[in-house]
């Protein structure tokens, strides 16, 4: 995949551009302190975004900011997304401020077809459902982003939840969220399958109070359980996935 989309990222990036002062040069922001480097690995199929000091006619080390999965089946709009994520992440690293716009109250919540529906979109759902306050979070995330890219919505928000769920939940909180999954697992295509199990891992990811916990959730469905398994080794090795839903530190 050609890097085509690189011009289009920068350009979403105009006003933190502009409130720096940055000048421009191929994939190159600098002003008299800093110097920000976007690029794209062919590898992991990630664009990535580093910041230096600038002293003088000396650029420091870069210190990735934030990381984006970015696949050859991505469009222009996802190249919008990132632009919007790379300003954000260059804003709290600079301390500039920008006006955040009202989120729009008429941006609709996920809802799920009539009969039996186990996709992503009824997946949000459930999600939204048993956490309430990502309700909010969802709308901001449509009305930031104009589409929602649900990678990286959850594991902004929901990834977290689910580590202090797992943390500090009762039992009859895990068993509740478990008997959601259970059916999203058990009933879902490829790709919510696919995300349930991936949600998990990053819930757990280098924290095994809740490995433990999610084991002992899982100690009952042996198929489950082996999913979880068996992919918690691939999820640590897998950077585009560990980008995607492991956001903050945890």
């Not at 729009?104 to 949000?124: F, Q, Y």
């Not at 979070?137 to 929901?158: M, Q, T």
């Not at 895990?174 to 490829?190: H, P």
């Not at 949600?199 to 082996?226: C, P």
Request: charged content about 30%.
């Amino acid at each position: 995949m050609e890097n085509k989309y690189l011009e289009q990222i920068i350009d979403e990036m105009k006003g933190i551009i502009k409130d720096a002062d940055l000048k421009v040069e191929d994939n190159i922001l600098k002003n008299d302190t800093k110097s920000i480097k976007i690029e794209r690995s062919e590898e992991t199929k990630l664009y990535t975004i580093a910041i230096a000091d600038v002293d003088g006619e000396n650029i420091g080390e870069y210190k990735q900011i934030s990381a984006w999965l970015f696949d050859d089946n991505q469009t222009a709009k996802d190249a919008v997304a990132v632009g919007i994520d790379f300003s954000d992440a260059l804003r709290k690293e600079l301390n500039i401020a920008e006006q955040k716009p009202v989120v729009n109250s008429l941006i609709d919540l996920p809802t799920a077809k009539k009969g039996s529906d186990s996709g992503i979109n009824a997946l949000t759902k459930k999600m939204l459902d048993i956490f309430p306050a990502l309700k909010e979070e969802y709308k901001a995330h449509v009305a930031h982003y104009g589409n929602f890219l649900y990678l990286n919505f959850f594991g902004e928000h929901l990834v977290p939840r689910l580590v202090r769920l797992f943390e500090e939940g009762t039992s009859k909180q895990i068993k509740k969220f478990y008997n959601t999954i259970l059916d999203f697992y058990v009933e879902g295509d490829n790709d919510t399958i696919n995300t349930v199990v991936a949600l998990l891992a990053a819930a757990a990811y280098n924290n095994d109070a809740v490995t433990q916990k999610i084991r002992d959730m899982l100690a009952d469905n042996n198929h489950f359980l082996n999913s979880f398994n068996n992919f918690l080794p691939a999820f640590a090795k897998n950077k585009k996935l560990v980008a995607a839903l492991i956001k903050k530190e945890m």
